[in-house]
């Protein structure tokens, strides 16, 4: 896995940058309701609130065994049910006024809930010891990754190409460490689950104006937060029936 990461990384320094297309604001479903602008954009990120929050109560019932984490690295998931309260927040209010500014304040804490959630997948599937050195590069590789596309695409000279590396690096290598590495705990469905909604949900972002057409009152772009909310729900559902399936000496606390 690190081989990929390193392979990744030197395919990506020597590709040409990449800006943020200015088009990437225009989305379908700019209607207005009262005082809310773009009003379904703004409000489909309500679930992630609900859910990441929902999570965060979850985590502090934890201290009583009401889900199967990784107790070691309990940090881990309180990031990422955190991040994902932040996701709909952020992402809210880069909606309300779509601009690279406020775009900023959407990446940010989904690149932070991304992380986390990829910390979680390796060190549920691969290793507690190697997690521990990682989770931390990984969120601050994640949150460099968007705040060098911002300043560079305020001087001018755009690039995204490390912030593509943090959304789609996980996307290829999540479900080769799913198929391939020994879960801890039963039901790995939960993460089965998540991959393909957010896969889905990237389908819906991109064919935004085409799903607003086909279904009317809402775009593609508004389905897209919704979804990914929904395989978090599911998730959680998971973390509160799943098993430990056995303790591995690499998980030995």
């Known amino acids: 896995m690190a081989l990929i990461a390193a392979i990744t990384l030197i395919v990506v320094v020597g590709l040409d940058r990449i800006p943020q297309n200015p088009e990437?604001?225009?989305?379908s479903d700019s209607i207005g309701y009262f005082w809310l602008p773009n009003a379904l954009n703004v409000l489909s990120n309500i679930p992630f609130v609900v859910v990441g929050t929902y999570g965060l109560v979850w985590l502090?019932?934890?201290r009583a065994n009401?889900?199967?984490?990784?107790?070691?690295?309990e940090i881990a998931y309180w990031i990422f049910f955190g991040g994902t309260t932040l996701v709909g927040l952020g992402s809210g209010y880069y909606h309300i006024a779509?601009?690279?500014?406020?775009?900023?304040?959407?990446?940010?804490?989904?690149?932070?809930?991304?992380?986390?959630?990829y910390a979680i997948i390796l060190c549920e599937f691969v290793s507690e010891k190697w997690f521990r050195l990682v989770v931390f590069p990984l969120l601050f590789f994640g949150v460099l990754s968007v705040f060098y596309w911002w300043i560079s695409e305020s001087q001018g000279v755009g690039d995204l190409r490390y912030y593509a590396v943090v959304q789609f690096f996980p996307m290829l290598?999540?479900?080769?460490?799913?198929?391939?590495?020994?879960p801890k705990f039963t039901l790995v469905s939960g993460y089965w689950v998540l991959l393909a909604s957010y896969m889905?949900?990237?389908?819906?972002?991109?064919?935004?104006?085409?799903?607003?057409?086909?279904?009317?009152?809402?775009?593609?772009?508004?389905?897209?937060h919704v979804l990914p909310a929904v395989g978090i729900l599911y998730l959680?559902?998971?973390?509160?029936?799943?098993?430990?399936v056995?303790?591995?000496?690499?998980?030995?606390n």
């Open 173 to 182: 290598t999540i479900p080769i460490i799913l198929l391939f590495f020994k």
């Open 98 to 117: 779509p601009n690279n500014e406020t775009l900023v304040w959407d990446r940010l804490p989904m690149t932070v809930a991304f992380m986390a959630f």
């Open 60 to 62: 502090f019932q934890n």
């Open 200 to 224: 889905l949900a990237k389908l819906l972002e991109h064919f935004d104006s085409q799903f607003h057409e086909l279904f009317g009152i809402v775009s593609g772009h508004s389905i897209k």
């Open 236 to 244: 959680l559902h998971i973390y509160k029936t799943r098993k430990l």
């Open 66 to 73: 009401s889900l199967s984490i990784v107790k070691s690295n």
């Open 24 to 27: 990437y604001h225009d989305f």
């Open 246 to 252: 056995t303790l591995r000496p690499d998980h030995v």
